[in-house]
Nanobody, 124 residues
C-alpha cells in the first residue's frame, strides 16, 4: 500500500519560514519523481515545485523563495518555504510520478499517488 504523509505545516507570520516533509512508503522511492502542489480556499490546486533525481522546477510565484529537495535514504521529499507571504496560505500536497518530463510534472494528471495535505497559514 502506497502512502504519502505530509507534515510541517503551521501558522507563520509574513516573512517567516517553514519546512514541509513528505514521507513516502510502499514503493521504491528513488524510482519516482516528486511534485508539490497547493490549494488555497476557493481556488484550484496549483503546481508549486517538482524534483526528479536532481533537476527541479518551480512555479514563478515561488521561485527564489521555495526549495524542493529529496533524501532517498529517508524516503522523504522536502519543501523549504522562505519569505512567506499571505498568498502562500494553502493546503500543500505532495505527489509521486515517474516517466514524465519536468514540464509535464506541472500537471496534476500525471501523478499516481497523493498525500492528504498539510496546511500552511501565513498571517500577521
Amino acid at each position: 500500500q502506497v502512502q504519502l504523509v505530509e507534515s510541517g505545516g503551521g501558522v507563520v507570520q509574513p516573512g517567516g519560514s517553514l519546512t514541509l516533509s513528505c514521507e513516502v512508503s510502499g514503493l521504491v522511492f528513488s524510482d519516482y519523481d516528486m511534485g508539490w502542489f497547493r490549494r488555497a480556499p476557493e481556488k484550484e490546486r496549483e503546481f508549486v515545485a517538482a524534483i526528479k533525481r536532481r533537476p527541479t522546477d518551480y512555479a514563478d510565484a515561488v521561485k527564489g523563495r521555495f526549495t524542493v529537495s529529496r533524501a532517498n535514504e529517508k524516503n522523504t521529499c522536502y519543501l523549504q518555504l522562505n519569505e512567506l507571504k499571505e498568498e502562500d496560505s494553502a493546503v500543500y500536497y505532495c505527489a509521486v510520478t515517474r516517466f514524465f518530463s519536468l514540464g509535464r510534472m506541472r500537471g496534476t494528471d500525471v501523478y499516481e499517488y497523493w498525500g492528504q495535505g498539510t496546511t500552511v497559514t501565513v498571517s500577521s
